[in-house]
């Protein structure tokens, strides 16, 4: 492999990877305090969540959290949500916010899942979650 281990279409997954859950957690978190109701600390469930994804698809413990159910259960997400955004569906309240954060939930565990599937030998680990930090901040740093 290039680069010490790692080659740059690797690299560039893992950017990406990192980029979509965190970009999904600002469009959820912006949503849900405009759209919704502007409550203070909203910003928090959001957030809880990434992180919750986060912890639950690196943790060593392999279960069905890793398998292809939450690939296969993406459409099935997807479709319901995207039709309810082209409509400007936003009645009942609760619906709308369930589907968009499980959307979100879901679109998480397949991208942090697929990082921790793709994780390095632990030699290369600090590359690893270099590059995951670029993924997720260069988000952040758009967004200002």
Same mark, same amino acid.
């Given at each position: ?16 990877? %990192? ?13 849900? %305090? ?28 392999? %279960? ?44 998480? #565990? ?31 740093? %758009? #967004?200002?």
């Amino acid at each position: 492999m290039a680069g010490g281990g790692y080659a740059i279409g690797r690299t560039f997954r893992w950017i990406l990877l %990192s980029a979509v859950p965190s970009s999904l957690m600002l469009g959820l978190t912006t949503y849900l %305090s405009t759209e919704i109701a502007v409550l203070p600390l909203v910003w928090v469930i959001p957030l809880a969540l990434y992180l919750l994804t986060f912890v639950v698809t690196f943790a060593q413990r392999r %279960s069905f959290l890793q398998a292809g159910l939450w690939i296969r259960l993406m459409p099935l997400v997807v479709l319901p949500l995207a039709v309810a955004v082209v409509a400007q569906l936003h009645r009942p309240a609760w619906v709308v916010i369930g589907l968009h954060v499980f959307a979100f939930v879901t679109m998480a #565990m397949v991208c942090h899942g697929e990082l921790a599937r793709d994780r390095p030998h632990p030699a290369f680990l600090t590359h690893f979650y270099l590059w995951i930090a670029v993924g997720g901040s260069s988000v952040d740093c %758009s #967004m200002r």
